[in-house]
């Protein structure tokens, strides 16, 4: 197949997804209110899946990733498998011409990562992109233009609170993949927080340094991480605190930024931002100021209700940047970031070290494979081999 440039239709992409799980078989509800994308094919190793999906859709249905991405019935694949085979699936998709969304994360380790960015090799012609829902919610995307703007002025301390992300065993025990180094490749920091890690790094770059304290199974009998508070460190000397849990109730999503002119508080249950913003900066309060006078706050309440269409803005989005190039919300490339913190999370509380970033691919993936080789729990099912990293360096 040769790369593809443009679908037959001006109005719809033909869209294959794979994996039909708790989010693919969503995806594939999802889509049929959505215009510009017609659901073609889906396949799934589970043959029960696969069938009542191909009779409820009407749609091609195969066995294996490989008969569709060889079949040419689509332009586009979203992939919605367990995480390793994002990566194997994703680049023989992109190899093979396709435009693709993955799922998040886009790989579990950084090494894996990097093979599969280095296979979209023709970024004018194909659309990679990845699903991080999160970026539609109205409310993050004012607080990158408040920063980005230079209106909080520089950023002097995070912290994000993001513990309502609960789950009970009954959910670590529905899938062999789940929350096995062998089959999902760590615990909160790769399942739930990617969405949070990549807003991390999408509001504020990438920290120089971290170091993280946590638990596997703390709460949940599993042998990944469960518990994790980090600390975070910046270039401009900013730091950070983000602490997360599946074993909390009722939680919390809530995220501070301390910065020179005000602090800036997005709790979602409240559902607003607000902003305390001071007439002088901090800086220059410490400066000139009295030895207690802080400077003089105002609350700003941001009139912001919309969250965002999350997934379907996600799917109309990747479907608008093949037919008429519209730009993508979130470039697949950049879904490395949320991953490489993640993984420096993880070796850092488990080898209880401070982490400096960038980390090291290599040892990461070496770290991985000993989680991997150590584990008591049994294989999962599917293509769950950690990839092969000796073309990598
Ligand atoms: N964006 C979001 O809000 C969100 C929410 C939940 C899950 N996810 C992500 O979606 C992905 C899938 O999660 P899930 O909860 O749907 O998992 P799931 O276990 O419910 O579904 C996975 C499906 O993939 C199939 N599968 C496994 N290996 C396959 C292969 N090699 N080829 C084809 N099919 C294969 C399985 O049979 C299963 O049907 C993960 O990456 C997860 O992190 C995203």
């Given amino acids: 197949m040769t790369i593809t440039t443009q679908p037959a239709s001006p109005e719809h992409i033909r869209l294959g997804i794979i994996g039909l799980g708790n989010m693919g078989s969503s995806h594939c509800r999802l889509i049929e209110s959505i215009d510009n994308i017609v659901l073609a094919a889906v396949c799934d190793i589970d043959s029960a899946r696969l069938a009542k999906i191909v009779s409820r859709y009407g749609c091609q249905g195969y066995a294996t990733s490989t008969e569709l991405i060889n079949a040419g019935d689509c332009d586009a694949i979203l992939i919605a498998t367990?995480?390793?085979?994002?990566t194997t699936i994703g680049i023989a998709?992109?190899?093979?011409?396709?435009h693709l969304l993955v799922e998040k994360p886009i790989s579990v380790h950084k090494a894996d990562c990097e093979k599969l960015i280095r296979a979209h090799r023709h970024p004018d012609k194909q659309v990679f992109a990845a699903m991080f829902n999160q970026r539609t919610n109205k409310h993050y995307q004012h607080i990158k233009q408040l920063i980005d703007s230079g209106e909080l002025?520089?950023?002097?301390?995070?912290?994000?609170?993001?513990?309502?992300?609960?789950?009970?065993?009954?959910?670590?025990?529905?899938?062999?993949?789940?929350?096995?180094?062998?089959?999902?490749?760590?615990?909160?920091?790769?399942?739930?927080?990617?969405?949070?890690?990549?807003?991390?790094?999408?509001?504020?770059?990438?920290?120089?340094?971290?170091?993280?304290?946590?638990?596997?199974?703390?709460?949940?009998?599993?042998?990944?991480?469960?518990?994790?508070?980090?600390?975070?460190?910046?270039?401009?000397?900013?730091?950070?605190?983000?602490?997360?849990?599946?074993?909390?109730?009722?939680?919390?999503?809530?995220?501070?930024?301390?910065?020179?002119?005000?602090?800036?508080?997005?709790?979602?249950?409240?559902?607003?931002?607000?902003?305390?913003?001071?007439?002088?900066?901090?800086?220059?309060?410490?400066?000139?100021n009295g030895p207690f006078e802080k400077p003089k706050s105002t609350r700003i309440e941001f009139d912001i209700i919309d969250t965002g269409r999350q997934h379907a803005e996600v799917l109309e989005n990747f479907a608008d940047a093949i037919l008429h190039g519209t730009e993508v919300l979130a470039?697949?490339?950049?879904?490395?970031?949320s991953v490489e913190l993640a993984n420096a999370m993880i070796y850092s509380a488990l080898n209880g070290k401070t982490v400096k970033l960038p980390i090291n691919a290599r040892r990461y993936t070496n770290f991985l494979k000993a989680r991997i080789r150590q584990s008591t729990v049994s294989k999962p099912q599917g293509n769950t081999e950690i990839t092969d990293i000796s073309n990598t360096f």
């Fill in 93 to 98: 998709a992109l190899k093979a011409g396709y």
């Fill in 153 to 288: 002025g520089q950023i002097r301390r995070i912290s994000w609170t993001i513990t309502d992300w609960f789950r009970s065993q009954r959910y670590y025990d529905s899938g062999g993949w789940r929350a096995t180094w062998a089959g999902e490749g760590g615990g909160v920091l790769l399942n739930q927080c990617p969405h949070q890690l990549d807003l991390l790094h999408w509001l504020f770059g990438m920290p120089t340094a971290l170091r993280a304290q946590g638990h596997v199974g703390k709460h949940h009998n599993i042998e990944v991480e469960d518990d994790i508070t980090c600390w975070l460190e910046y270039a401009n000397g900013a730091t950070g605190v983000f602490t997360t849990t599946t074993g909390e109730a009722p939680g919390i999503n809530r995220l501070e930024i301390a910065a020179d002119r005000g602090l800036l508080v997005y709790d979602t249950a409240e559902g607003k931002i607000t902003l305390l913003k001071n007439d002088i900066t901090v800086t220059q309060a410490i400066k000139d």
């Fill in 331 to 337: 470039k697949g490339n950049e879904g490395i970031h």
């Fill in 82 to 86: 367990p995480h390793y085979d994002h």
